[in-house]
């Protein structure tokens, strides 16, 4: 058998659909879980369905359906907007999901400057947002994440979407401008700092 029908250099494209049931104490739900290969990188696209955004206290346990989170319960305080965290726990970035807001993270354990870089210029060159005031251009944060997936080192989270990657691919920016200001609750307001630093335009 011979591969004579193959095309070079065309690259099969995989859809995963996955159908389940959740229930979430009283309150059941069902709906699709929908992932699509995007970009380059092994790139994922995955929609979950929105589960409720329930606020428990900063620093309790939180277990989450996706990997990284991108909707359920979380902290009741968020991370400020337009900042860098070196580290930021994921019950403060899914409130920032749940306020419309971007969060692109990245998981490189022995270093990727280049890769935090590429993340931090779609920060910046993303549109400056009207509801934002002060030093917060827009609802966009940077922050490691060493808890994701170990062939992931790129992803990037609004509310019930999620995007992982293997390495940095353009697609970040297409994300960021497709799924902006998606969250239940629309809203610019400005988190705590914690130890993140501005970016600067």
């Given at each position: 058998m011979t591969d004579r029908g193959r095309l070079p250099g065309v690259r099969s494209v995989l859809?995963?659909?996955l159908i389940f049931f959740a229930a979430c104490g009283d309150d059941a739900s069902s709906g699709e879980v929908v992932s699509v290969a995007v970009g380059g990188c092994d790139g994922l696209l995955t929609t979950v369905p929105a589960e409720t955004g329930s606020h428990v206290p900063v620093g309790t346990p939180i277990e989450w359906s996706t990997d990284p989170p991108a909707t359920g319960t979380h902290f009741g305080a968020w991370a400020g907007w337009?900042?860098?965290y070196p580290r930021l726990d994921r019950g403060y970035y899914v409130h920032n999901a749940e306020h419309g807001g971007i969060v692109l993270l990245y998981n490189c354990p022995t270093g990727c400057q280049d890769v935090v870089d590429s993340?931090?210029?779609?920060?910046r060159n993303a549109e400056p947002d009207p509801q934002c005031t002060g030093v917060v251009r827009n609802r966009i944060i940077v922050a490691a994440d060493p808890l994701l997936p170990p062939d992931v080192q790129v992803a990037a989270v609004s509310w019930t979407t999620l995007y992982t990657a293997s390495c940095f691919d353009p697609y970040v920016t297409t994300f960021t401008r497709n799924r902006y200001r998606r969250g239940p609750e629309d809203t610019c307001a400005d988190g705590t700092p914690l130890n993140g630093s501005l970016i600067a335009p």
């Open positions: 859809v995963f659909v337009n900042r860098h993340l931090l210029d779609v920060a």
